[in-house]
């Protein structure tokens, strides 16, 4: 940053959300600046005020309920845009021209009925002026800035037809388009899978470095910021609590608060022994404004002063980092190994033991009457030792959750066998299989979705108990149930509210106390924690873990974070297109990775400290996962994989034992060399 | 899009073919014989009585009658009327017109007039406009539509003088005074699907504005026109369709009261007569063509969708 050009800045922003009966104080004096050229990261859990903040600069949020009280938004140091209208000609001659947004959802962000190139057209013909020809020119031109394969032909097509990666591309082209001076990506990256988030935010760096745009990337993921930010601000409860140049903050983090964040995320170059740190309790609601630092009641390292003196300032802690924390000597120490004495239990007999795997869907073709079949899994092989955590990771679609439901049983496979403690599950019938459900048990992801809305949480936890016999009269359930409910950390006294009355983390609670009642020896966890934040995940992970070394149970715990895997996993598996490409220990998996697509999943999670970033090789994965009615012939990898010979094209590698690691196997002729 | 025209259009006609089977079927369920209902007094004479029932078929098994009738009413024969003794397409042509013609405008009128208050309402949401436009659908769709007349009636016609009472005027005879007579009734006729296509437009255009679509739109800085008609409406009227195809039923079971209320010789009130008469053949006429009106509306509403919305184009031709 040789010459600081201030493109926008923002100071002391107050916005509310006036509902009828309370009212939200959603945004508390947020301060910030980004200069030209520069990345700016705005991090912090959900609910803090972070996308608020953003809209309410572009004045973008829906007025009524929220309305901004307070503060300045300079734009280019010239007048203040607050002063505008919220839907003023002046205001409008600079959202989308001068200052343009992508936002989460890229799906839903895009219009369903109109074409895609039309939506990027509409915004070049209104700000630059452009004819109907030249507009769509530039589109495509934009298309192809952000690599969107044959964009001449994808022009008239709709947003249903593109991947969620794909319509994010198309979301930045759009913003893009009529080149603006500082682009906001809100969570842009947040739904779509690592790969295609390391993919989108190269490009955006890419194009925002080429034009010296701004950028301000709003994120909960402390590694992409730690990968891509300049400078970040620290927000909590609607304020800004910290705010410096990446590597300070990263290195010498000055509020308790980020120094909560970032020990309770898993990175990828953990040690195995690092515990997780959660930060308990939730952010606060912001229906009164608070008289301390607003932290105070999840602090872990508070002062007497901080209950006494009313919340803390901003103040200057370094060069250009600042910090509203009392406490001048926080406990840095961000590497705690976790309790040893309880070491896993980890028996050679195997619990589960999956033999050539095969499921396929029936679909009808395009002619009528024909039928296909859509191979999701094609010859898939794993065991899990009892007492052990199998992680299972890939990108979504590779047949993750196929396999869970093959085990479960909720799909019959159409070939290979499932054993279960040497028992074959495929060939049970219905009736024969339900002693076995119970022992064989499901975390699902979404918290939200899968608990029943109008039954109690208490009788979701007691429901598997009455359909198993396992506890017999009123008072033996309840008294089960309640001692489910302390296992995992909840109150009895919750037990007659309903699933909409509990926070994320709650629920997911809930979910692992019913899929624990009927005492299973077997569980399968399918992605439980990534849909909750980052403070919430750490708990979720170690209470998981803490409940596997009281019970010995054994985990097949499917993810595609790899980081989030590693802490909790013996063995992880890899799979890619209904196969799995690697299956290795823990330590040889994340030490000596095999297989490409491997290194670059790995190479794709960027972890949250910038000093560890800047000397990683970046290994790039070319395009995305063909759907599974488009496997590519020979390694269905090879379309993407960097190294692929012509031997990857012709035959499908066959999983083989490294010699020197005994134990890990992958499948890659590329090694064999 | 090709593929579910034709899928749609044979499920119609399947449909079709079952309710000619059930509305025959009346002339089985109908309690006396029909032949008797339609000599009257005539059904005394034995010889006579034979060979009519013989003339409309009743002497074959049930299906052998219904193949017959049905194979007479594809060539535009609905046979005769028990109670007018002529042929029941003739009464039907004389009145369908009618009552289409006052169908179409009072759907027209639903269209345009209830689209445009669900606008004015979403847009002024909760202001004064809204709150008016609120109580009139609330007044439109609970208050029944004989009261509504009788009160539009006294306003209107005996109050102001400005519209006639009742009756009606072919638009051959005089344009002028056909249209004056044709507006109560249309308006009547029309006014519960007002009610309901403003409700709709109203919520579903504000549900479409809280679609992150429409934050990306406002986000690109479009004016609001521009979104509300670009962006906003094409998306809100996916919804407002299937009541449309609903409303166009409900036209037609309004239709029967208000021609009953204004005096006006449509399918309406033949119908009503001929159901107070037990003259089986034109109520038999009559529901299989309301049936084809409706199937036909619904199929033209199936296909209006895939126009509006390209996700149903695609997904639909793929199955």
């Known amino acids: 940053m040789a010459e600081e050009k201030r493109i926008i800045e923002v100071q002391n922003l107050r ?71 919220s839907e003023s000609e002046e205001i409008r ?50 298309l192809r800035l952000v690599n969107i394969p044959d ?37 842009a990256t947040t739904a779509l899978d690592v790969t295609t988030q390391a993919q989108i935010l190269e490009t955006l760096q890419e194009v925002v470095k080429k034009t010296n745009t701004a950028l301000i990337i709003v994120t909960h993921n402390l590694g992409i910021v730690a990968r891509y930010a300049d400078r970040i601000y620290v927000m909590y409860a609607g304020r800004v609590i910290e705010s410096g140049r990446a590597e300070d903050i990263f290195k010498n983090p000055q509020h308790a608060y980020t120094i909560g964040l970032l020990n309770s995320v898993p990175r990828l170059d953990d040690d195995k022994t690092r515990a997780l740190i959660p930060i308990d309790g939730m952010p606060p609601n912001l229906q009164t404004e608070s008289a301390h630092c607003p932290f105070l009641p999840r602090c872990t390292q508070a002062l007497p002063e901080c209950q006494s003196k009313g919340v803390p300032e ?96 909720l799909y019959a496979p159409t070939g290979g066998s ?93 979910g692992i106390a019913r899929a624990l009642a009927s005492e299973p020896e077997l569980i399968i966890c399918d992605e439980p924690v990534s849909a909750l934040d980052v403070s919430v995940q750490a708990q979720i992970l170690n209470l998981l873990e803490s409940i596997q070394r009281k019970m010995n149970l054994s985990y097949l715990f499917i993810a595609h974070d790899l980081s989030v895997v590693r802490h ?77 010979c012509e031997a990857c094209r012709e035959s499908i590698p066959q999983l083989v034992e490294l010699k020197e690691e005994p134990g890990h196997f992958a499948a890659c002729p590329v090694m064999y060399r | 899009m090709g593929k579910y025209i034709i899928k749609r259009v044979a499920q119609a006609f399947v449909v079709m073919f079952l309710v000619t089977l059930i509305s025959y079927a009346l002339i089985q369920i109908m309690p006396g014989d029909a032949a008797v209902i339609y000599l009257g007094s005539d059904a005394a004479n034995e010889e006579l009585l034979a060979r009519t029932r013989a003339e409309m078929n009743l002497d074959k098994p049930f299906v052998v009658q219904w193949v017959l009738w049905l194979a007479n009413f594809v060539r535009g024969d609905f046979g005769k009327s028990f109670h007018f003794h002529v042929p029941v397409r003739d009464l039907i042509m004389e009145r369908l017109d009618i009552t289409f013609t006052l169908g179409f405008f009072a759907l027209m009128l639903s269209v345009v007039v209830g689209i445009i208050l669900g606008i004015t309402a979403a847009t002024h949401r909760n202001g004064l406009w809204d709150n008016l436009i609120n109580v009139f659908a609330n007044v439109g769709i609970s208050a029944p539509s004989f009261w509504i007349s009788l009160l539009c009636i006294y306003i209107f016609a005996l ?125 038999q006429a009559f529901i299989v063509i309301i049936s084809l009106v409706i199937i036909l509306s619904a199929l033209l509403v199936d296909i209006a ?11 639909k031709g793929e199955n």
């Open chain 1, 151 to 187: 964009p001449e032909s994808r022009y008239g097509q709709y947003p249903h037809e593109f991947s969620g990666g794909m319509c994010q591309r198309i979301m930045i082209a759009m913003a893009m388009a009529c080149n603006p001076k500082l682009l906001i990506a809100d969570e």
């Open chain 1, 314 to 409: 901003m103040e200057e802690r370094g060069c250009g980092h600042f910090a509203a924390c009392y406490n001048r000597s926080l406990d840095r120490s961000l590497r705690i190994s976790k309790d040893t004495l309880e070491t896993k239990h980890i028996s050679e007999e195997r619990i589960l033991d999956i033999r050539d795997l095969h499921m396929g869907f029936p679909v009808k073709g395009k002619n009528y009457g024909g039928r296909t079949t859509l191979k999701v899994l094609e010859g898939v092989n794993l065991y899990l030792r009892k007492g052990e955590t199998l992680g299972l990771v890939g990108e979504s679609g590779c047949g993750k959750t196929t396999v869970a439901k093959c085990v479960l049983r």
């Open chain 2, 305 to 315: 969708y895939g126009i509006v919305d390209p996700r149903i184009r695609i997904a």
């Open chain 1, 568 to 644: 909790i996993s013996d063995r992880i598996a890899v799979m890619y297109l209904g196969r799995i490409v690697e299956i290795a220990d823990c330590d040889q998996l994340y030490r000596n990775p095999v297989h490409p697509y491997t290194k670059a999943l790995l190479s794709a999670i960027p972890i949250p400290d910038p000093e560890v970033e800047k000397s990683r090789e970046r290994i790039p994965l070319l395009g995305e996962m063909p759907s599974v009615s488009r496997r590519p012939e020979g390694c269905s990898f090879h379309p993407r994989c960097t190294c692929a």
């Open chain 1, 93 to 142: 001659t600079l959202r989308g021209a001068e200052i343009a947004m992508i936002f989460q959802e890229p799906m839903t962000s895009l219009n369903p009925v109109l074409t895609i190139g039309e939506q990027i057209a509409e915004s070049v013909r209104l700000h630059m002026g452009m004819n109907r020809k030249q507009a769509r020119e530039r589109v495509i031109e934009l």
């Open chain 2, 159 to 283: 109050h102001f003088r400005i519209l006639p009472v009742q009756g009606y005027v072919p638009p051959k005879k005089d344009l002028g005074e056909a249209v004056r007579h044709m507006i109560l009734p249309c308006f009547i006729m029309a006014l519960p699907s007002i009610a309901t296509m403003t409700r709709q437009t109203r919520a579903s255009i504000l549900d479409v504005l809280n679609e992150d679509y429409v934050r990306t739109a406002r986000s690109k800085g479009l004016k609001k026109n521009v979104i509300l008609y670009k962006h906003v409406l094409k998306n809100a009227l996916i919804p407002v369709l299937t009541v449309l195809g609903m409303s166009i039923a409900s036209l037609f079971g309004g239709s029967v009261m208000v021609e009953q209320i204004f005096n006006i010789p449509g399918m309406g009130q033949l119908v009503t007569n001929a159901v107070l008469n037990r003259d089986i053949p034109i109520i």
């Open chain 1, 418 to 510: 499932i054993l279960y403690k040497g028992t074959e599950l495929t060939a049970l019938k219905e009736k024969e299989l339900r002693p076995y459900r119970k022992n064989i048990q499901f975390i699902f992801q979404d918290p939200f979705g899968s608990l029943d809305p109008r039954q109690s949480i208490g009788d979701i936890v007691g429901e598997p108990l009455k359909v198993h016999h396992l506890a017999e009269g009123k008072e033996a359930v309840r008294r089960r149930v309640k001692e489910l409910f302390e296992m995992v950390g909840l109150d009895y006294a919750m037990s007659s509210r309903a699933p909409h009355e509990l926070s994320g983390g709650q629920r997911q609670r809930i």
């Open chain 1, 15 to 85: 916005t509310e959300f006036r509902m009828k009966r309370r009212t939200v104080y959603a945004v508390n004096g947020v301060s910030y600046y980004v200069n030209a050229g520069e990345i700016v990261g705005v991090v912090g859990e959900s609910g803090c005020g972070k996308s608020v903040t953003q809209m309410s600069s572009l004045q973008l949020l829906l007025s009524p309920p929220a309305k901004i009280t307070d503060g300045k938004v300079l734009f280019e140091g010239k007048k203040d845009i607050l002063s505008y209208g």
